[in-house]
């Protein structure tokens, strides 16, 4: 069995999760259309390993209304078996998420972890060598 390869670049749109845009001034009752629409993607296939990123750079000032949004989109992925990814959130969108105790993959930020042991980050002149 064989097939023709076709010239040029392996087409790669499986591998590249679909993009929800979230824009604002949001709302409390705001929150059917932007699930109803990831629904829509998770169930389209073709995101890679079901994941949905979405951008969060539009929303605004964060406050309640956001954080309701996102919990209610985290919880409509994983029913679907898929998840979400923020991109581009703010530090107080952040900082607000973490203090109500929500986790989310954010897109493009590297993984917090503690420095390596023994490693010391400047030296000064005239300090005793380890």
Same mark, same amino acid.
């Given at each position: 069995?064989?097939?023709?390869?076709?010239?040029? @670049?392996? /087409?790669?749109? &499986?591998?590249?999760?679909?993009? @929800? /845009?979230?824009?604002?001034? #949001?709302? $409390?009752?705001?929150?059917?259309?932007?699930? %109803?629409?990831?629904? +829509?993607l998770l169930d389209g296939g073709g995101g890679a390993g079901r994941v949905v990123v979405c951008d969060v750079g539009g929303l605004g000032p964060p406050g309640l209304a956001a954080v309701n949004l996102l919990a209610r989109l985290? =919880?409509?992925?994983? !029913?679907?078996?898929? !998840?979400?990814? =923020? !991109?581009?959130?703010? $530090?107080?969108?952040? &900082? #607000?998420?973490?203090? /109500?105790?929500?986790?989310?993959? +954010?897109?493009? *930020?590297?993984? *917090?972890?503690? $420095?390596?042991?023994?490693? *010391?980050? &400047? /030296?000064? $002149?005239? %300090?005793?060598?380890?």
């Amino acid at each position: 069995m064989s097939y023709a390869s076709t010239p040029g @670049l392996p /087409v790669v749109d &499986a591998m590249t999760p679909p993009v @929800l /845009v979230l824009s604002g001034p #949001l709302t $409390p009752d705001g929150v059917d259309g932007p699930c %109803d629409e990831l629904r +829509t993607l998770l169930d389209g296939g073709g995101g890679a390993g079901r994941v949905v990123v979405c951008d969060v750079g539009g929303l605004g000032p964060p406050g309640l209304a956001a954080v309701n949004l996102l919990a209610r989109l985290q =919880l409509t992925a994983r !029913r679907r078996g898929g !998840r979400i990814r =923020l !991109r581009d959130p703010s $530090p107080a969108l952040c &900082a #607000l998420l973490d203090l /109500v105790g929500l986790r989310f993959e +954010t897109e493009g *930020q590297p993984e *917090q972890r503690e $420095p390596p042991l023994g490693v *010391q980050e &400047a /030296v000064e $002149p005239g %300090d005793p060598a380890v």
